[in-house]
């Protein structure tokens, strides 16, 4: 197999036995993106030399035994609001095009100690929040959205760029370009990854998140983040027993994305999980209101130094944050932050006994045009809950593109949640065990 197509679990495999070098991996993946990137539009800086310099020193290090982590000589990518040292971070905005930060933020940091090799920046909705849009486009359809604001990322990954990306998620910024680009992704508790050196849009919100090729390439991550391990043993699907969650924003499904649910849920059934419908209750109704409230509330502040010292040349949509413009009080605020901090206990008790809680992994496929990044819905009530998510392919929509799920867990419980998902991928993911190459 040609080694950009390999997950990241299978690479590492291949250079254990000598079989691959980083350097061969590191260069293929360059070869892809020569390939591909004039149609794809993923990346916004690549540090092809330093790249290769790196492969060749995990390459030594390797044959001399000596391997730093759980990544060693794997390339990822980075989307553009999270900094790589000594390699531009824009945030997509033309205010920032000379910004060069001297330190990695402290989730790349993670990933080099663990041997990993950042490969270049990807592209971004501006500031990860709204203005500029990115450039990128779909990998399976090129007039099609990968999604936002992690457009880049998701788009890499699922035109097997690299095996591993970086994102960020304030609503479905991660989780909504893996439904749309057929790629696995994880957004972990709120708050377990490190943000310093990200972007912040809504500090209540904000979350590292990442993509990759599979669970057991999610889970290395995860362990170079620093995430604890379970202490409880994996189960087999048979043993599972899942909550099939509509949620209350149902109506704003399009076609395709209710027949992917019911596909998983009828697989993981017939496997021999316990599946069983268990809605919100309705008091939850008002999640995606609050979370909006939220993200305006503390977006005013986030952005309120880019209007004292940039005036006019901040982005029309980003200066709506910064003046307020919806008119979001301190008393809505605190009232939507209240909301969610009390949500966040009652759904613990209401999916007791669950394992997962199984969802739509967006609205739909992949929106057509590339002026509109796509729905948040079906993500921003799980951001706003701060539950991990990971997102797994469920097939193709009606029109060929591709088209998630996701597996929702409980607070803190990442590692829990990524023992479901390894169990319950290869029902749930046609494509598991395969290579789905977009062309």
């Not at 952005?303 to 005036?311: A, S, V, Y």
């Not at 809505?332 to 006994?353: I, M, P, Q, S, W």
């Amino acid at each position: 197999m040609p080694s950009e197509r390999l997950t990241a679990a299978q690479a590492l495999a291949e250079m254990d036995s000598g079989r691959l070098t980083s350097v061969d991996l590191v260069l293929a993946c360059l070869d892809r993106i020569d390939a591909r990137e004039p149609r794809v539009k993923a990346w916004l800086h690549l540090d092809r030399e330093r790249a290769l310099a790196l492969a060749a020193e995990r390459d030594l290090e390797r044959a001399a035994g000596k391997i730093r982590g759980p990544l060693h000589g794997i390339p990822f990518g980075t989307k553009d609001v999270i900094d790589v040292a000594d390699m531009p971070c824009t945030h997509n905005s033309p205010l920032h095009q000379d910004r060069v930060p001297v330190d990695d933020a402290a989730c790349v940091q993670l990933l080099r100690t663990a041997g990993a090799i950042p490969l270049g920046k990807l592209d971004t909705v501006e500031f990860a929040a709204m203005g500029r849009l990115a450039r990128s486009t779909n990998p399976h359809r090129a007039m099609h959205t990968p999604g936002g604001s992690s457009s880049g990322s998701g788009a890499a990954v699922g035109d097997l760029h690299v095996p591993l990306a970086f994102g960020t998620q304030t609503g479905g910024s991660v989780m909504r370009p893996a439904s749309y680009c057929g790629t696995y992704a994880m957004k972990p508790t709120w708050s377990v990854v490190n943000r310093e050196g990200a972007k912040m849009f809504a500090p209540s919100l904000d979350t590292i998140g990442w993509y990759a090729r599979g669970v057991e390439d999610l889970r290395l991550v995860a362990e170079a983040s620093g995430l604890p391990a379970s202490d409880r043993p994996a189960r087999p699907v048979s043993e599972l027993r899942i909550a099939l969650c509509h949620t209350p924003y149902r109506d704003t499904l399009r076609p395709g994305a209710e027949a992917a649910l019911r596909r998983a849920a009828d697989g993981l059934a017939n496997a021999g999980a316990t599946v069983e419908v268990h809605e919100l209750p309705p008091t939850f109704d008002g999640l995606d209101t609050a979370k909006d409230t939220i993200m305006r509330g503390e977006g005013r502040a986030a952005f309120m130094p880019h209007l004292k010292t940039h005036g006019d040349g901040l982005h029309a949509d980003l200066r709506s944050h910064a003046e307020n413009r919806t008119g979001i009080s301190p008393l809505a605020l605190k009232a939507a932050l209240d909301y969610a901090a009390h949500a966040r206990t009652v759904f613990e008790g209401h999916y007791r006994g669950f394992d997962a809680v199984l969802s739509y992994g967006a609205v739909g496929e992949a929106d057509e045009g590339l002026s509109s990044s796509g729905n948040s819905v079906m993500n921003s009530l799980w951001t706003l809950l701060h539950v991990p998510v990971i997102g797994v392919p469920a097939g193709d929509g009606p029109t060929g593109l591709p088209i998630g799920v996701q597996l929702i867990g409980f607070r803190f419980a990442d590692a829990e949640l990524l023992d479901v998902a390894a169990a319950v991928a290869p029902v749930i993911d046609p494509w598991h065990g395969k290579v789905r190459v977009p062309g």
